[in-house]
């Protein structure tokens, strides 16, 4: 029986190598290779064709070789197979450090020493405490809960939005549509780590840019998502930048990836941008893990981390 890795976009040789070195008595393959269909038991992917899983007849699980499974959900033709996400400490600790990133970047006033910087000119501005920035997290799932501990851990005021409510030690929990106003109200720093479903889809738009705090210590609301490109209205926050109801945006995600040349994002004002980079998925780290599911599997053990098809996340 073997593993198929179907990775549209990624350079799949360093996937098959982690998954050998792994996994050595495993049989892995790719869609171009020859192989029977019914051999194949296991499929890894990251936006596999759409019906391309339809096609081998013996699949008994999907892993979403990353943590969002939108790729996947958006296939009307995806079999109903367990999908199996990605959670793992490699991944979670790289977007902690994007999320920390640019927290800093936007309350250290990044934007204003660089453009010092380039002028040559020394010019000092004040700086307020951590504890005087309140951090909203939409999304406090694996990443999100993450990166909230880190944030409190350097002084911020966190809170979090989710669908259902959460308890977390020291972190304001806000949930479901009536949470959302009264978490954005009291929200200076706002940062999506939402998974895109028909819910989130187009979520932080105008009205949602002019619920956030107005009298933080930043002169503005600022937005951070590195959750999917599609839950922002990205008019709408291009023209809060331009017009200054945003001080200032960190965005790893995209409605279109890569993000066109001619995109007018490219040129606003205090926006920082990485191309969908917040959190790799590592092939060693991730190939261990999947390994570790696929044996538990086979041992008659529960999968983890599978994906509710009705929540579509
Ligand atoms: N940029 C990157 O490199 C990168 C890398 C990995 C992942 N991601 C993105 O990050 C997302 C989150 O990953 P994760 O592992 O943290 O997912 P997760 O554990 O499933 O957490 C998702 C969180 O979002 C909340 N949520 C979902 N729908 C909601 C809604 N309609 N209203 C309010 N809250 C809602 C969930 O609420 P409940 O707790 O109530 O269920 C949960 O707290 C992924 O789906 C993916 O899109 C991006």
Same mark, same amino acid.
């Given at each position: ?15 098959? *190598? ?93 934007? *204003? ?51 259902? $409510? ?8 806000? *949930? ?65 930048? $331009? ?32 191309? *969908?980079?917040?959190? $790799? ?33």
């Amino acid at each position: 029986m073997s593993i198929l890795v179907a990775v549209r976009g990624w350079k799949p040789d360093h996937w098959i *190598h982690a998954l050998r070195a792994a996994a050595p008595e495993r049989t892995v393959v790719l869609p171009g290779d020859a192989f029977d269909p019914a051999s194949v038991r296991y499929a890894l992917v990251w936006k596999p064709e759409p019906g391309y899983l339809r096609t081998l007849p013996k699949l008994e699980v999907i892993f979403s070789l990353g943590a969002g499974v939108d790729h996947l959900t958006s296939d009307p033709q995806l079999p109903d197979l367990p999908v199996v996400r990605i959670v793992d400490p490699d991944l979670t600790g790289r977007m902690t450090e994007w999320v920390v990133m640019n927290v800093l970047l936007h309350h250290r006033q990044h934007t *204003h020493y660089a453009a010092a910087q380039a002028a040559g000119s020394w010019q000092p501005r004040r700086q307020w405490a951590a504890g005087a920035v309140r951090v909203g997290i939409m999304g406090l799932g694996e990443l999100g809960t993450d990166a909230a501990r880190a944030l409190m851990a350097l002084g911020f005021e966190v809170a979090g939005w989710s669908r259902t $409510e959460k308890r977390l030690d020291g972190v304001a929990g806000f *949930h479901g549509p009536d949470g959302l106003a009264p978490f954005l109200a009291r929200t200076d720093i706002l940062v999506s780590l939402l998974p895109l479903t028909a819910a989130t889809e187009n979520l932080i738009d105008r009205a949602v840019i002019d619920g956030l705090a107005k009298d933080g210590p930043l002169g503005g609301p600022v937005i951070l998502n590195a959750g999917r490109g599609r839950s922002l209205v990205e008019a709408d926050l291009l023209a809060a930048l $331009e017009d200054g109801r945003l001080k200032g945006a960190s965005l790893d995600v995209f409605a279109t990836e890569p993000l066109p040349p001619d995109s007018p994002l490219w040129r606003a004002p205090n926006l920082y941008i990485t191309p *969908h980079v917040a959190a $790799e998925s590592d092939p060693e780290a991730l190939s261990r893990y999947v390994i570790g599911e696929i044996a538990a599997h086979e041992a008659g053990r529960p999968l983890g981390h599978l994906v509710d098809r009705d929540k579509g996340y």
